[in-house]
């Protein structure tokens, strides 16, 4: 099969290697107990997209109502094409999907917090309309 299709509980691996090419080596300790919980989510969805039966992107993506605003936002958590799959227009298939996700919960705009070092995510989100918004503030909590 070729194409996307929500994740399951079955594409823990595939997610965790995909991370792994993010800079997110080590989620094996977290990821398998947290999973289950993230696919139910009623404000989210985690997509893959299948070549020949092996996971080769993902997107995970939160649906976030507004206050002040009329329309609601959907932001992208995660996003990876394998490397091996790179240049195959699997991206910008996923990125539409998750789009037409979004404007089905009457979100009015999406966005994503994309690492300065991410240049080539940086061309890619630009060349699917994203612009940039500056200013992006965090704070860690000790749990």
Same mark, same amino acid.
């Given at each position: /099969? !070729?194409?996307?299709?929500?994740?399951?509980?079955?594409? *823990?691996?595939?997610?965790?290697?995909?991370?792994? %090419?993010?800079?997110?080596?080590?989620?094996?300790?977290?990821?398998?107990?947290?999973? @289950?919980?993230?696919?139910? #989510? @009623?404000?989210?969805?985690?997509?893959?997209?299948? /070549?020949?039966? &092996? +996971?080769?992107?993902?997107?995970?993506? #939160?649906?976030?109502? %507004?206050?002040? *605003?009329?329309?609601?936002?959907?932001?992208?958590?995660?996003? +990876? +094409?394998?490397?091996?799959?790179?240049? %195959?227009?699997?991206? %910008?298939?996923?990125?539409?999907?998750?789009?037409?996700?979004?404007?089905?919960? #009457?979100? !009015?705009?999406?966005? +994503? #917090?994309?690492?300065?070092?991410?240049?080539?995510?940086?061309?890619?989100?630009?060349?699917?309309?994203? &612009?940039?918004? @500056?200013?992006?503030?965090?704070?860690?909590?000790?749990?």
């Amino acid at each position: /099969m !070729n194409g996307i299709r929500l994740a399951t509980i079955d594409d *823990l691996e595939s997610i965790q290697t995909l991370l792994a %090419q993010l800079d997110y080596p080590d989620t094996q300790t977290f990821l398998s107990p947290k999973l @289950p919980t993230i696919l139910k #989510h @009623p404000d989210a969805i985690t997509l893959v997209y299948e /070549m020949n039966d &092996v +996971v080769v992107a993902f997107l995970s993506l #939160h649906f976030i109502p %507004q206050i002040a *605003l009329e329309g609601d936002f959907a932001r992208i958590s995660y996003f +990876v +094409v394998d490397k091996s799959a790179r240049g %195959q227009f699997i991206g %910008q298939e996923l990125e539409a999907y998750g789009e037409m996700e979004a404007r089905k919960r #009457h979100c !009015n705009r999406i966005e +994503v #917090h994309c690492h300065t070092r991410r240049k080539d995510a940086h061309r890619f989100y630009e060349r699917q309309g994203y &612009v940039e918004s @500056p200013k992006y503030f965090i704070k860690l909590l000790n749990t």
